[in-house]
């Protein structure tokens, strides 16, 4: 159980402003799946906000990024109106070269936002 917002996060699909690098580090070792409200009246003191129960199931083969990759991906949403091209641009040796190749190969530009770009992606960076 966790607060509405970050369970909202935790299971956000890409293109929302709730996809951040939290929504791919978690769906890349886990299966999410959002579960009921909780309302705040089931506790006591009330808070102030509802919670939410987040269904957690580990895939067989579950994704661990590096500690390099986690700074990469969150570095390139501290900045997500940016387009990826020019985030990777200063952050790579290769100046993002190989990940945007990557990327053209499944139908995105250089020009897509990192909140566009699905968890399968960025498990290539």
Known sequence: MLQREAADRYAAEP???????????LQAAYDV?????????????????ES???HLV????PFVFTETQRLLV??????R???IGAL???????QG????????AAGYSSQARPEAIPVPLWMGI
């Open 52 to 54: 939410r129960l987040l």
């Open 88 to 94: 990777l641009r200063d952050r790579l040796p290769d």
């Open 74 to 79: 969150r570095s390139c949403f501290q900045q």
């Open 15 to 25: 293109g929302g402003k709730t996809f951040g690098a939290i929504s791919i580090f």
């Open 33 to 49: 799946a959002s579960g009921h409200t909780v309302a705040a009246a089931c506790f006591h003191p009330r808070p102030e906000i």
């Open 97 to 104: 070269a190989a990940f945007l190749e990557h990327l053209r």
């Open 81 to 83: 109106r940016k387009q």
């Open 58 to 61: 580990r895939k067989p083969m």
